[in-house]
């Protein structure tokens, strides 16, 4: 039996720079709107709605499907054409949904491709103004290993 070599799965994707962001969570969460309020802030956008995941050079990239690469939804506006990164290699994991307690223990991404390495995810809700920023100091956090695991207020 041979191996997938890619999957298309129901998400968003942009990319930060050199950093991709797959944003996951059930229809109606506000993946596109929060990929719009990025790529409004200077990210580029890779995939909305759906996207393509495939392993290269041992990490997990994303790419749009053709068929509608380049093209975003914005909700009452309707589907426009924007400025693509064909393709990101993906650094995070954001799942749209209620926000965990405040200093959540950090958790995995498993991708549904076999071989993946496990990816940091984090979970937010996608209707606060601060989502974006909360994203990029999270991005920023996870690279540069910036997390302490420790912290007194006194």
Not at 17 to 22: A, F, T, Y
Not at 46 to 57: E, G, H, N, P, S
Not at 88 to 106: F, T, Y
């Amino acid at each position: 039996m041979s191996e997938k070599a890619e999957t298309n799965i129901h998400a968003s994707c942009v990319a930060i720079g050199d950093k991709g962001v797959l944003l996951v969570g059930p229809s109606g969460a506000g993946k596109s709107d929060l990929a719009l309020r990025l790529i409004d802030d200077g990210a580029r956008l890779v995939a909305d709605d759906r996207t393509v995941l495939f392993i290269a050079k041992g990490a997990l990239w994303a790419k749009a499907p053709p068929s509608i690469r380049g093209l975003i939804e914005i909700r009452g506006v309707g589907i426009v054409k924007l400025p693509v990164r064909a393709k990101v290699k993906i650094a995070i994991v954001v799942n749209l949904g209620k926000e965990a307690e405040r200093l959540p223990v950090h958790q995995s991404w498993k991708s549904p491709l076999k071989g993946a390495v496990p990816l940091p995810q984090i979970t937010l809700d996608a209707r606060f103004a601060a989502t974006p920023a909360k994203i990029r100091a999270a991005l920023k956090a996870f690279s540069q290993g910036l997390f302490r695991t420790t912290f007194n207020p006194k």
